[in-house]
């Protein structure tokens, strides 16, 4: 009986600790300078790694997505749209969560090419554990000062609400 005792002690101190270890993870917070961050495996760029200052003055967003989520692929389409859009004023940048059967790649180039995809992308695990909170598709809308403005849902990402970001300061229409 004091076997399983400790047994169940030392089971519910180590999902404490792994708890606790999990919440430490930075995610952006709205009002918050973003989270500094390194992209990895960027393949249409010379050095393949792009960090947070790459983004230096311009409004971006970034939209991450995993192969699991319908979804996602769905949104493709109105992120590519909006990016043609608002070109001179909101840069978007893809970012899959890598699987281990290495199947992601091969399906989003298919869908990349079917669709005629011009939105940077890339595929970074790290990356996406370390920015997204939640379920996918995400949206982390991001001012020209590094400062994190939303995080939302793909129900906000019209051409409505990226016209606004171009006068944030008083963003108050997105909605997750």
């Given at each position: 009986?004091?076997?399983?005792?400790?047994?169940?002690?030392?089971?519910?101190?180590?999902?404490?600790?792994?708890?606790?270890?999990?919440?430490?993870?930075d995610?952006?917070?709205?009002?918050?300078?973003?989270?500094?961050?390194?992209?990895?495996?960027?393949?249409?760029?010379?050095?393949?790694?792009?960090?947070?200052?790459?983004?230096?003055?311009?409004?971006?967003?970034?939209?991450?997505?995993?192969?699991?989520?319908?979804?996602?692929?769905?949104?493709?389409?109105?992120?590519?749209?909006?990016?043609?859009?608002?070109?001179?004023?909101?840069?978007?940048?893809?970012?899959?969560?890598?699987?281990?059967?290495?199947?992601?790649?091969?399906?989003?180039?298919?869908?990349?090419?079917?669709?005629?995809?011009t939105?940077?992308?890339?595929?970074?695990?790290?990356?996406?554990?370390?920015?997204?909170?939640?379920?996918?598709?995400?949206?982390?809308?991001?001012?020209?000062?590094?400062?994190?403005?939303?995080?939302?849902?793909?129900?906000?990402?019209?051409?409505?609400?990226?016209?606004?970001?171009p006068?944030?300061?008083?963003?108050?229409?997105?909605?997750?």
């Amino acid at each position: 009986m004091r076997t399983i005792l400790l047994l169940l002690l030392s089971a519910v101190v180590c999902h404490s600790h792994a708890i606790a270890q999990e919440k430490a993870i930075d995610y952006p917070q709205i009002g918050q300078s973003c989270p500094d961050f390194v992209i990895h495996n960027v393949p249409d760029d010379a050095d393949s790694v792009l960090s947070k200052t790459y983004f230096d003055g311009r409004f971006f967003i970034l939209a991450f997505w995993s192969k699991y989520c319908s979804g996602s692929a769905a949104s493709f389409p109105v992120i590519d749209s909006l990016q043609q859009e608002f070109k001179n004023q909101v840069m978007f940048f893809l970012i899959g969560n890598e699987d281990k059967e290495e199947r992601m790649r091969p399906m989003y180039k298919a869908i990349r090419e079917r669709l005629n995809l011009t939105v940077p992308f890339a595929f970074d695990s790290l990356l996406f554990k370390k920015l997204v909170p939640g379920p996918v598709p995400a949206f982390v809308w991001i001012d020209n000062k590094g400062v994190v403005q939303a995080v939302t849902g793909s129900l906000a990402l019209t051409s409505e609400n990226v016209s606004f970001i171009p006068a944030w300061g008083a963003l108050r229409i997105l909605r997750p």
